[in-house]
């Protein structure tokens, strides 16, 4: 797998390899593409999902950025139009579009491709509808545009190198920025859709910043995203270490202060209430709705996937936490990496389809 980049630019030659299979996760936090380069070679392009415009000096117009470049040279009016997971209004689709243009047109991904998208599982059929119009505005996939459950995707890859988890019956969370999600599939069809915002790792990320002006006598005042990347950074059910940070005082100087409880006490009860949700909520519909799936794929691994599932250990702990819970032995399988899993499964999606 390529390194994580949001400058990957490879070249693809349709005429003489067909089209191009493309999977895409158009997600709250970060946009992951995935393809192959001419050599056949897997291309991860990863960026945060968020632009800015800004005058250009010479000619008056308008420019954009996105990505990494706009959060940080544009911090006071970068615009992230997917934050609860699907464009909400007319507005937000405007902006998704274009940042997604902006996004394809960089990358060089051909109009006559195949591309397989990772939607979430979200009762929200306004915001659907307006994810539905950011795809067909791209410019790509003149070939083919089909879309499946980011669950499913995320699972292909966790369950082997090919399309193995479509032949198979089983549970699969995704532990999302802005959503939980919990479903249960057999043979590639979804069933009882479990969401909730509940349980985010968003709100993860906020009571990290809450516990750290606790931690420092309100010495220290982070935002989300320091926040986020403090979690990203630090976190490890494994091995956590307290670290130290500096900030800039206001008024000049700098201040030292450590971290000792304020990351992993949040994931610590996120974690529970992700069991709680799981538990309570979703596997017990699914059982009134599905007791033989039920009883059949809770003897088969669940598939774990979303950025939450990054953390070092988590997939481990929730194992043991959910096992307990259930009072039966769970088995739980991610792949190598969760957050890029959706668009993976995407693209071996759309790999097989023009095969086909």
Do not use: W
Request: net charge negative.
């Amino acid at each position: 797998m390529a390194a994580d980049s949001s400058e990957t630019d490879a070249s693809f030659d349709t005429a003489a390899d067909g089209p191009l299979p493309v999977g895409v996760k158009l997600g709250s936090t970060r946009t992951v593409l995935y393809y192959p380069d001419e050599d056949g070679d897997p291309q991860t392009v990863r960026t945060l999902t968020c632009l800015a415009t800004y005058e250009d000096a010479l000619s008056g117009s308008e420019r954009v950025v996105y990505g990494e470049q706009a959060a940080e040279e544009y911090p006071d009016r970068v615009q992230y139009m997917l934050r609860s997971g699907l464009p909400e209004d007319d507005d937000r689709a405007d902006l998704a579009g274009t940042f997604f243009r902006e996004l394809v047109k960089n990358q060089k991904i051909p109009a006559d491709s195949a591309v397989v998208y990772a939607i979430p599982t979200i009762d929200n059929e306004a915001g659907l509808d307006n994810l539905a119009e950011v795809i067909e505005g791209s410019g790509i996939g003149d070939e083919l545009v089909r879309s499946f459950p980011e669950s499913l995707c995320g699972a292909i890859p966790a369950f082997g190198d090919d399309l193995e988890a479509i032949d198979e019956i089983f549970l699969a969370l995704n532990l999302g920025s802005t959503n939980l999600e919990a479903c249960a599939y057999r043979h590639g069809e979804l069933m009882s859709p479990f969401s909730t915002g509940a349980v985010t790792g968003n709100e993860t990320d906020r009571q990290i910043a809450n516990m750290i002006e606790e931690e420092t006598q309100g010495r220290v005042n982070v935002d989300v995203e320091t926040a986020r990347g403090y979690k990203e950074e630090h976190a490890d059910f494994d091995d956590f270490e307290a670290f130290t940070d500096v900030i800039q005082q206001p008024g000049g100087g700098a201040h030292e202060f450590t971290i000792e409880r304020s990351v992993m006490d949040p994931l610590d009860g996120y974690l529970d209430d992700v069991v709680d949700e799981v538990a309570n909520n979703f596997l017990a519909e699914l059982a009134n709705d599905h007791m033989k799936v039920y009883q059949l794929a809770l003897g088969r691994p669940i598939a774990v996937t979303g950025g939450m599932a990054c953390i070092p250990g988590i997939v481990d702990e929730l194992e043991d936490r959910l096992g307990e819970e259930l009072q039966r032995d769970v088995d739980l399988v991610a792949p190598d990496r969760p957050d890029l899993a959706a668009a993976e499964g995407a693209q071996r999606i759309a790999e097989r389809l023009t095969d086909d």
